[in-house]
């Protein structure tokens, strides 16, 4: 069973940066994606960044530019390299896993909060 554990959340100033950070434990094998979504309050859950597991990543038009997100498949750690932060990127962002090793059942981390201030 996969599970998953979002680290790195944190209070930063606008402008700044952050590196958020997940761990998979289980067998992640097979074609996967893996990636983060986040959710503000008041609103729904949304696609942050997404890498499938032969490295092919795609990016809300929010956060194209700057973040960044990349994955370890030895490790099964996927990373979220976030820079020039907004106000409007407060979330709590979670880690998703998708595919064969899930049993094509989405797999979520418990979220990891980053505040943004202006």
């Known amino acids: 069973q996969v599970k998953l554990v979002e680290s790195g959340g944190n209070l930063v100033q606008a402008g700044g940066s952050l590196r958020l950070s997940c761990a998979a434990s289980g067998s992640i094998f097979g074609p996967n994606s893996m990636g983060w979504y986040r959710q503000a309050p008041g609103k729904q859950r949304e696609l942050v960044a997404t890498i499938t597991s032969g490295g092919s990543a795609s990016y809300a038009d929010a956060v194209r530019g700057r973040f960044t997100i990349s994955r370890d498949n030895a490790r099964n750690t996927v990373t979220l390299d976030m820079n020039g932060l907004k106000p409007e990127d407060t979330a709590v962002y979670y880690c998703?896993?998708?595919?064969?090793?899930?049993?094509?059942?989405?797999?979520w981390g418990q979220g990891t909060l980053v505040t943004v201030s202006s």
């Open positions: 998703n896993c998708y595919g064969i090793a899930t049993g094509y059942l989405q797999v």
